[in-house]
């Protein structure tokens, strides 16, 4: 059974950086067309996509975080990693990592979510 | 960045009603649509994918059309189960955008 789970501090300070794990089981980023998403939620708000690794190395990012997002994975654990730079008590929410698809960019299997609060 | 409208932003139906929601893409995004369910406290399910596609497992009641810019998700027959919030995603390019989510409440 494929599984996603994101770990991670649930607190952070404001200015500080955010590294979150997705660790995933039952696929591989070194398979062709396989990547990995995350996607976040600030408390009664819709859902942000905030970037996607691909097998390939290619990674996208949101444009309006872009300068503080980087997403790098480690192919031998099975996970993604997310780092979030000078966090803000606006990107206080759930993050979610998710798998696409195929090589499409629906994502039809999610983590369970980990929720993260900036506040001092 | 291609926006993405959902209207109603909640609804009120009752058990066996049937609901349609409504998203429109700011540009032309072909059938590169998907339709997401997410219940409180748990991540968002994949229900529609390429606009009409149903998911893996998803009840046939769901189901969604359009193309272009205008595209609906319809429910034939409310189940209790189904009040939930939903949200369309384009996946047309580039940063991926989702709508802001329609509410689904019993009457």
């Known amino acids: 059974q494929i599984t996603l789970k994101e770990s991670g501090p649930t607190l952070v300070k404001p200015t500080q950086t955010l590294t979150l794990t997705c660790t995933f089981s039952?696929?591989?980023?070194?398979?062709?067309?396989?990547?990995v998403g995350w996607i976040r939620q600030p408390p009664g708000k819709a859902l942000e996509w905030l970037g996607i690794?691909?097998?390939?190395?290619?990674?996208r990012y949101s444009p309006s975080l872009r300068s503080r997002l980087t997403i790098t994975k480690d192919t031998s654990k099975n996970q993604v990693v997310l780092t979030m730079t000078n966090m803000d008590p606006v990107d206080t929410g759930t993050y979610y990592c998710?798998?696409?698809?195929?090589?499409?960019?629906?994502?039809?299997?999610w983590g369970q979510g980990t929720p993260v609060t900036v506040a001092s | 960045d291609i926006q993405m409208t959902q209207s109603p932003s909640s609804v009120s139906a009752s058990v066996g009603d049937r609901v349609t929601i409504t998203c429109q893409a700011s540009?032309?995004?072909?059938?590169?649509l998907a339709w997401y369910q997410q219940k409180p406290g748990k991540a968002p399910k994949l229900l529609i994918y390429?606009?009409?596609s149903l998911q893996s497992g998803v009840p046939s009641r769901f189901s969604g059309n359009g193309s272009g810019t205008d595209f609906t998700l319809t429910i034939s027959s409310l189940q209790p189960e189904d009040f939930a919030t939903y949200y369309c995603?384009?996946?047309?390019?580039?940063?991926?955008?989702f709508g802001q989510g329609t509410r689904l409440e019993i009457k």
């Open positions: 998710a798998r696409p698809l195929g090589n499409r960019r629906y994502f039809d299997l």
């Open positions: 039952e696929f591989s980023l070194s398979t062709g067309g396989v990547g």
């Open positions: 690794f691909y097998w390939s190395d290619d990674k």
């Open positions: 540009q032309d995004i072909s059938s590169w």
């Open positions: 390429a606009a009409s």
């Open positions: 995603q384009q996946a047309n390019s580039f940063p991926i955008t």
